[in-house]
């Protein structure tokens, strides 16, 4: 809880008034203190829930009056130079000292604010929390999956401990999306088109299938906002596919197999979310992607030339420099996978030639000015008898260590980045039975950050993920210099398992949010 003596609502549009440089002779009184107690740091409810707190006041007034104030946090979160909504008022919830606000506001991140004041003397004392609006599927772990007759399903974890939703899009009133899954990625602050037909803005799933079909579900209500018939603002063609979307500094990106197309997040420009704008050079992709630190360039395979390529997150161009092979052709190359190692400012792609030799292929992801272009700084043919080059699953540790963790005879084990050798010793999973097949691995993470400091739910967990004939399970794994410690969270479910990722309803600012592209 946070106590405020000052008048902070006036910069808040709130218009509690002052008086200043003003000489009178006047007689004053000794006021008291009014001290409020007993609000939580935070507190979370679900649509159509009362939330209910009860503070402790401490005051020799008896003339007390109270006002509860809220307000959405993203209104006073956006740097001041992009996207600020003016005349933006806070609502009045409530007037008796305990609050019941019954959650019928849009979903979001607010601040709730108490004003105890006394009538008599016009004194107050304010204090403030945090508060989550949620609906039940804002935040939590969605499951990409494959079901019996194999098309695509979604499921979704909210929390440990509680049941997984199974088959969102089938209690959402759809039938499941045609094709097996092809990929699940996240675009934050998506511009659409409401109900209403008024611009609205949130996160969006990226869903797409083999078969072609892609869909964008709000994670407010899970209702589908974008699809091929307009996604790039018109339908897109018959034969482009769509790969993967996500969010890169203030771009919102597509992949598609004609090229990367953009639009800018909604907090940036209010738009109808279509993906209108064809990235400078680029003509393929896939969906083996990622971004560098600080989301600034995107790097990506481009399935259709057997390629690595590039795009800017702060552009339409790759101003910052394009792909250099170096003179290391990928002519009849495919990609297994990809990540980054940001620590050591290197991307790299797990590549196979058509005779089924394997690559390490590193390409520098550093941005200097100097010398534009991010060229290829090892191709390393792997020796066909190692782990590593008969592993079936692969992820970088994109952020605190030189590592690239990898699956084989179903052990998972790590190669260092730095030395280029493998580990003799699998590593030690805790509480992963031996019985169970690992079909995924990947490493993820969310850094949010807002004025007062890292979200809450913050992670960066290497998942591991098994089937056991229908059932598949997920365990996720905190670690310590790369290493895996111990499962913090299992997940469970019904289908054949793709991959997953994390939703969060914390609203995205450029600069202060970023979060992994799933590997």
Known sequence: MKQLYTLLLAALTLSFAACADDEGNYDYNVVDEIKI?????????????????DPQIESKYTDLKYEWYMWDRAKEDLPDNVGRIEGYEPELIGTEKKLAY????????????????????????????RFDAKSEFTRGFYILKETEDGNTELD???????????????????????GKPLFLSHVASHSFINSAREREGAHTLCVTTEAGDVGFYETKSMQKVH????????ELPAGQKAYAAFTALYDNMLLTSQGVYMNYFYAMMQSTGAFYMLGKGTNGGSVFVFSDTFGRNVFF?????????????????P????????????????????GIVQTLDKGYFILEDSKGKRFLHEVSTEVDRSKPGFPVTKHLELDPNSRLAQATEYATNERTASYLYYVYQNKVYLYNLTTYQEEEAPLNLPDLPADENITYLSYQWQDYQTKDGPRDDNFTYLIVGTQQGENYHLYMYELE?????????????????????????????FGRCKYSITN
């Open 319 to 338: 101003h910052y420099g394009e792909y250099d092979n170096a003179g290391f052709s990928t002519a009849d190359m495919k990609c297994l996978a990809c």
């Open 102 to 129: 019954e959650v019928k506001c849009p979903v979001a991140l607010y601040t709730i604010m108490l004003k105890v004041y006394s009538q008599s003397t016009g004194y107050f004392s304010m204090a403030s929390m």
């Open 156 to 178: 979704l974890s909210t929390a440990e401990g509680k049941p997984t939703q199974s088959n969102i899009f089938q209690i959402t009133g759809r039938q499941p999306m045609q």
């Open 37 to 53: 107690d007993g609000l939580p740091e935070t507190v979370s409810k679900n649509l159509g829930e009362v939330l209910e707190i």
């Open 227 to 234: 699809d091929r018939s307009e996604l790039l603002g018109s």
């Open 481 to 509: 210099i790369g290493r895996p410690t111990k499962m913090v969270r299992k997940i469970d479910g019904k289908g054949k398992l793709k991959m997953c990722l994390y939703m969060t309803q914390a609203p995205y600012t």
């Open 301 to 317: 395979w481009d399935e259709q030339h057997h390629t690595v390529a590039n795009m800017a997150g702060d552009g339409f161009s």
